[in-house]
């Protein structure tokens, strides 16, 4: 019967997906294929994050990109250490994200700003007569 291997990192050449939020290193449960039947494993990551980052658990596949472990499966994320039931091989990390509702935040804001930007063009341009007076009461050369 095979055994269960794991690496941690993993062999130079084996570096993480190209996504530069890494905040462990991949670790490798060997033989990939492998399935547990009789009961969950439990792996145990440490990670380096801000508190203010959005952490989650993804397993990577062979293309390099990441699939996020379900929350169900995530046991404990706290004091830079993820701990996590695996049901076989593969390849986890930690990633993390700059605090995410920020983000979001400025990103609806943005779209707010350019929807105001295209909505007062569009009404001077209907109305010269507006934007005349807009130009006369901030001072502008009529």
């Given at each position: 019967?095979?055994?269960?291997?794991?690496?941690?990192?993993?062999?130079?050449?084996?570096?993480?997906?190209?996504?530069?939020?890494s905040a462990s290193m991949i670790v490798a449960i060997y033989p990939q294929e492998m399935q547990l039947t009789l009961s969950t494993a439990h792996l145990k990551v440490k990670y380096s994050a801000d508190a203010a980052d959005t952490t989650f658990v993804a397993m990577v596949t062979s293309k390099g990109t990441y699939a996020s472990l379900p929350d169900?499966?995530?046991?404990?994320?706290?004091?830079g250490q993820?701990?996590?039931?695996?049901?076989?091989?593969?390849?986890?990390?930690?990633?993390?994200?700059?605090?995410?509702p920020v983000i979001?935040?400025?990103?609806?804001?943005?779209?707010?700003?350019?929807?105001?930007v295209i909505g007062l063009a569009?009404?001077?341009?209907?109305n010269p007569s507006a934007w005349y007076r807009v130009k006369r009461t901030?001072?502008?050369?009529?």
């Open positions: 019967s095979s055994g269960i291997n794991a690496e941690w990192p993993l062999r130079p050449g084996e570096a993480d997906a190209e996504t530069g939020s169900s499966r995530v046991e404990s994320m706290e004091s993820a701990q996590f039931q695996i049901s076989g091989g593969g390849k986890y990390q930690v990633l993390k994200y700059p605090y995410v979001i935040a400025f990103c609806i804001l943005a779209v707010v700003l350019v929807a105001l569009i009404f001077f341009h209907k901030f001072g502008g050369d009529v």
